[in-house]
Nanobody, 113 residues
């Protein structure tokens, strides 16, 4: 069982930045780590993911603005979010994937216009 704890969410003005962190209770060395977001009544969608080898994938809506990174020594994955827009407002969830999915509890990101 892996537990994930997200932090770094909050309220920011449009154009601002936030950095989300996700600390895992176990080793993330072999896992694909990802960030997803979900608005009320909508499906959870992929924001960004990073493989154990460092390959990254981004949603088209965040390319060029968000950067995912990982620190295997700290069992932590990060999401640097720049040039935030009101439409980025959502609950952001950390995902750990190896054989199965584990999810964090989510952290709220609110971008005011």
């Amino acid at each position: 069982q892996v537990q994930l704890v997200e932090s770094g969410g909050g309220l920011v003005q449009a154009g601002g930045s936030l950095r989300l962190s996700c600390a895992a209770s176990g080793s993330i060395f072999r896992a694909i780590m990802g960030w997803y977001r979900q608005a009320p009544g909508k499906q959870r969608e992929l924001v960004a993911s990073i493989t154990s080898g460092g390959s990254t994938t981004y949603a088209d809506s965040v390319k060029g603005r968000f950067t995912i990174s990982r620190d295997n020594a700290k069992n932590t994955v990060y999401l640097q979010m720049n040039s935030l827009k009101p439409e980025d407002t959502d609950v952001y969830y950390c995902n750990f994937r190896i054989w199965r999915d584990y999810w964090g509890q989510g952290t709220q990101v609110t971008v005011s216009s």
